[in-house]
């Protein structure tokens, strides 16, 4: 089975600190992403990374960045914590298939998830 | 983006069979459809998917209507464990974000 692996579960973290939410999946796969998840807006894609030494921003960008050094691992970082970003994390990689079996065989996989709160 | 829409939330006895609806009207003919579920403090996970038939795995069935412009997904017996949100998901062939609407919160009543 497919694992994706997130560092903490539980995070307590104090307003302008420096965070690092790391990530580690054990199948090879090419694409990583990070969400966060609060009530009523649903998952929201912060970044995402479709190659070691990539990374792309998603929806919700601003006061994150990200860093993926090795495949395996993909580690979002919170330069300075906000009470803002008091929120659920996740994690997930899946495959880079040929465009022709994106829809196919693009399904990701999740971590169980980092609840950070920023006090 | 083609949007999915679900009921917000709903209810199933334990061991009876749930239909969780999806409407998705603007699907295109290159739309694969997934479903995800996200139990309490877990990321979601993948539960099935397809493109036109109907599709059963171990975990659920979906049965696709003909002109794809919705979908249910099916379990066959519910069991207190599918206690969960159901997120209903359409995945191009273009780009692997994925879009994940609020879903449908199932609960199990024992």
Redesign the interface.
């Known amino acids: 089975d497919v694992k994706?692996t997130q560092s903490s579960r539980y995070l307590v973290k104090r307003t302008g600190e420096k965070v690092f939410l790391e990530c580690v999946q054990d199948m090879d796969h090419e694409?990583m992403?990070w969400y966060r998840q609060d009530p009523?807006l649903?998952?929201r894609?912060i970044y995402?990374s479709?190659d070691v030494k990539m990374k792309e921003k998603?929806d919700i960008p601003e006061g994150y960045s990200v860093s993926r050094e090795k495949k395996e691992r993909f580690s979002l970082i919170l330069e300075s914590a906000s009470t803002n970003q008091t929120s659920m994390y996740?994690?997930?990689s899946?495959l880079?298939p040929p465009?022709?079996?994106?829809?196919?065989k693009?399904?990701?996989?999740?971590?169980?998830?980092t609840r950070l709160s920023v006090l | 983006d083609a949007k999915t829409t679900q009921p917000n939330s709903m209810e199933s006895n334990e061991e009876e069979p749930v239909h969780l609806p999806c409407n998705h009207s603007t699907i295109s003919g290159?739309?694969?459809i997934?479903w995800?579920r996200q139990l309490p403090?877990?990321?979601?996970?993948?539960v099935i998917?397809g493109?036109t038939s109907n599709v059963n795995n171990r975990m659920a069935s979906l049965a696709i209507a003909e002109d794809r412009k919705s979908s249910t997904l099916i379990l066959h017996r519910a069991t207190l464990r599918d206690a969960a949100v159901y997120y209903c998901i359409l995945?191009?062939?273009?780009?692997?974000?994925?879009i994940?609407?609020?879903?449908t919160s199932l609960s199990v009543i024992p």
Not at chain 1, 99 to 104: K, P, Q, T
Not at chain 1, 106 to 112: D, R, S, T
Not at chain 2, 100 to 103: E, L, N, S, V
């Open positions: 994706v694409n992403f009523g649903g998952l894609l995402f479709y998603g996740l994690c997930a899946s880079s465009s022709w079996l994106a829809g196919e693009n399904i990701q996989y999740f971590g169980a998830g | 290159t739309d694969y997934h995800y403090s877990q990321g979601p996970e993948y998917h493109l995945r191009t062939t273009s780009y692997d974000k994925v994940f609407g609020p879903g």
